[in-house]
């Protein structure tokens, strides 16, 4: 595995709105981040590489397809662990434990 593949700042570079870029930075090791309309995962990779091995991000979307390719990315990067991947059917409710959450992370999502 490249070892910079878990540098912090090189994961950061995909945010590149200076708000959610600082945003992100500050996320500490061993987190618990809940990414809402993650798509097919390209902000839930990079986070899943800040929380580290430790760490977890629920990836959240009603979308199926691009859920498939964010599990098969997770597999390929090795980050089955740090990624829990959740379809939401459309709807609200997670099965995520209540105060479990450290972040949450809703980039780029547009409802309704």
Known sequence: MNTNYWDKEGATKIFTHELSSK???DIPLDSTVL???CGQGNYTVSVARIVGRKGKVFAIDENQEKLDELAS???????GN????VNSGGGFKFPIETGSIDFGLLYNVTCC
């Not at 990315?73 to 980050?79: A, I, M, Q, T, V």
């Not at 740090?82 to 991947?85: H, N």
């Open 23 to 25: 945003w992100v930075e």
């Open 35 to 37: 990414d809402f309309g």
């Open 73 to 79: 990315k997770s597999l390929e990067l090795e980050l």
């Open 82 to 85: 740090q990624i829990e991947i």
